[in-house]
């Protein structure tokens, strides 16, 4: 068994949001909920069009010696289900703004539930910005009156948007599982259209070129194949099979005779190797890799723990042979 | 599903095969993941690994044609009104090494009582004088089409007027250039007709036409589209970018909070904020707003 990092997308009942989880967990565990911010941005559609940047309110349940044991995070791409005209997360905040920088400077200085308008000028002022309010919205301008950020309230339900994130998980992985998605189905939880499950794998053992050869093989020549055995939820587009470049690259004549440092930098350089694929490389191939693991993404959500557990036992497998395979050429 | 989507998107097409061995250790790799995973039906790898060429067509030579076939050919093509140029397109189009196994196909062609793919050039250009093409439209059509020569001009209107069709409806108006070109940005933007016509439900347009050309003039004018469309993925959400702008716009055109508690009461919306969003959104696609007094 390997160990993982799971993460599943889930949605609340109407009325109730990702916060009753992870208090239902922390009661069990006997830990503690605290809440942080989650950043995340949508993709480029463009190049000229803008990103946009935003946080919302996310939870971490940690106990006492300070573990982290679950986090619970916003998913934009969790829609359907919602209803975009209700307002009933009344104390949640939502920071928009076109930098990143921006976002984890705000970060710092404003709680994401609950800040009350002196807060949001306090952070404004510290930043040396302006903060003009209207409603529930605040538009933070600098000097210049350029906006700057946009701190607003998070209507559209998206409180019941609860993506799972696991830690590190070792041979307690079923029983995780099963204590927290057991927990979300008595809470009501439901699984979303356009629900998936990512298990991401330390990414140090697929650093070779035979298990890099096998791991391009698996998931352009079989992409379809893995689909069907598991099951992948059709709504789910951010998906795809690595792109040809890549294939080509692990065909070459002198592939075999090439050190990981430079297999590393042509992957890099392939226009088409995003985070959105079936399987997600751009940290086993990056030079400072932010998280240092290899993600497949095709998984379908579940509220069964079961049906979880068996799907990764799949996804083992899948990672066993790639691995496997290349030990016996070693 | 979308993963051929994707592929066709994204990939480059291979220009040279791998060497045996690693065909072989790919095939091998394969046939034990799927295993493996107990599927049971072939691997495309080994699919394509056994299948056998397609034979080729044979193609026309000249000189497989007995020789007073092919005299009896070429004079029958001298008689046609049928000249050189035509040979060169003939060639083009049946895929023939020239303009000589052109006329003699052609030529064989005319004797057995067959008409040939296209008339001649000559008959094409007749048909421009006959319709009463002016010189003034023979200019815009050549400005157009990019034309070498009033002779070529007539020539390819010809064809126009052989077909019953008229030449000049070809060019669009500057209306319908500029929406060209916004359908270009569109599809340079990586959309297609299945957000064309998720957009076209979302602004309740008529026609995918339509939401192409609002598309690709939002695109050109650097503004966000709606939430649910974005090439490739019609997951992503653009809710929040889009409030975000739509806000920023409203502020932008000088109106307050004042006003967005009237327009709220006019829209019978909720929230003033509601109707920032709204009359933010309106002026982004340069729709008019309530008149709200001083």
């Given amino acids: ?73 916003d998913d934009i791409t969790i829609r359907h289900d919602l209803d975009p005209r ?23 200085k404003l709680a994401p539930i609950g800040a009350s308008q002196a807060e949001v000028e306090a952070a404004a002022d510290s930043l040396g910005l302006e903060a003009a309010f209207h409603d529930a919205a605040a538009k933070l301008t600098d000097s210049s009156g350029a906006s700057v950020a946009l701190v607003a309230g998070m209507p559209g339900e998206r409180e019941r948007v609860c993506e799972i994130i696991s830690p590190p998980l070792g041979g307690g992985r079923n029983e ?55 099951g992948t939820n059709p709504h789910c587009t951010r998906l795809g099979p690595l792109p040809q470049a ?19 930098k042509e992957a890099r350089a392939i226009d088409g190797v995003t985070k959105y694929r079936d399987i997600n490389i751009m940290n086993l191939v990056a030079d400072a890799p932010v998280l240092d693991t290899v993600e497949v993404r095709t998984l379908p959500g579940s509220t069964s723990a079961q049906t979880l557990i068996d799907l990764v036992a799949m996804v083992d497998g899948v990672v066993d042979h790639v691995l496997g395979q290349a030990a016996q050429h070693a | 599903m979308t993963a051929t989507q994707n592929t066709a998107k994204g990939t480059n097409r291979r220009t040279t095969a791998p060497s045996t061995s690693v065909s072989v250790r790919k095939m091998a790799a394969g046939a034990a993941l799927l295993a493996m995973l107990g599927v049971t039906t072939a691997s495309p790898v080994l699919a394509r690994a056994n299948a056998t060429p397609a ?16 005299l009896d050919a070429v004079e029958a093509w001298k008689a046609s009104g049928y000249a050189y140029g035509d040979a060169e397109q003939l060639a083009l189009f049946w895929g023939l090494d020239g303009a000589f196994d052109a006329k003699v196909k052609a030529g064989g062609l005319l004797l057995d009582g067959y008409s040939l793919p296209f008339a001649s050039r000559a008959a094409a250009h007749q048909a421009s004088l006959d319709n009463g093409l002016s010189y003034a439209d023979a200019l815009t059509l050549a400005e157009y089409w990019g034309t070498d020569g009033n002779y070529e001009t007539k020539v390819k209107a010809g064809y126009y007027f052989l077909d019953g069709l008229d030449p000049l409806g070809s060019i669009p ?4 250039e500029q929406q060209y070109r916004q359908i270009d940005a569109y599809f340079e933007a990586g959309y297609d007709y299945d957000d064309a016509v998720v957009l076209a439900d979302i602004w309740g ?51 307050d909070y004042d006003d967005a508690v009237q327009l709220a009461e006019i829209w019978g919306l909720e929230t003033p904020y509601d109707a920032k969003i709204t009359a933010g959104t309106k002026v982004l696609a340069e729709l008019p707003l309530p008149d709200l007094g001083a």
């Fill in chain 1, 86 to 108: 209700r307002q009933t997360a009344e104390r949640w905040s939502r920071v928009v703004t076109d930098d990143p920088r921006f976002l984890r400077m705000l970060a710092t």
């Fill in chain 2, 55 to 70: 034979s080729a067509v044979a193609a026309f030579k000249s000189s497989d044609v007995e020789r007073t076939d092919r």
């Fill in chain 2, 205 to 255: 347009l008529e026609t995918e036409f339509e939401a192409k050309v609002k598309a690709g003039g939002l695109i050109k004018a650097e503004q966000p589209l709606p939430d649910g469309v974005a090439p490739f993925d019609h997951d992503t959400t653009f809710e929040i970018s889009e409030d975000f702008a739509a806000v920023d716009a409203f502020f932008d055109s000088g109106y």
């Fill in chain 1, 246 to 264: 890549v294939v080509d690259l692990v065909e070459r004549d002198d592939y075999e005779a090439m050190d990981w440092a430079t297999i590393a």
């Fill in chain 1, 176 to 230: 995780w599982l099963e204590t927290v998605v057991g927990l979300a189905t008595q809470l009501g939880f439901t699984v979303p259209q356009e629900s998936a499950t990512h298990v991401h794998y330390d990414a140090a053992p697929f650093r070779n070129a035979e298990a890099f050869q096998r791991l391009v093989w698996t998931f352009t020549e079989h992409a379809e194949a893995l689909r069907a055995r598991f």
């Fill in chain 2, 173 to 176: 108006t500057p209306e319908e």
């Fill in chain 1, 1 to 73: 068994m390997h160990r993982v990092g799971i993460e599943v997308e889930l949605l609340a009942p109407v009325g109730s949001s990702r916060l009753e989880l992870a208090r239902a967990v922390a009661t069990e565990w006997d830990a503690d909920v605290r809440t942080s911010w989650h950043l995340d941005s949508e993709p480029a559609a463009h190049e000229q069009i803008k990103v946009f940047h935003h946080m919302t309110p996310a939870f971490d349940v940690v106990d006492q010696e300070g573990r982290q044991l679950l986090r619970l995070v």
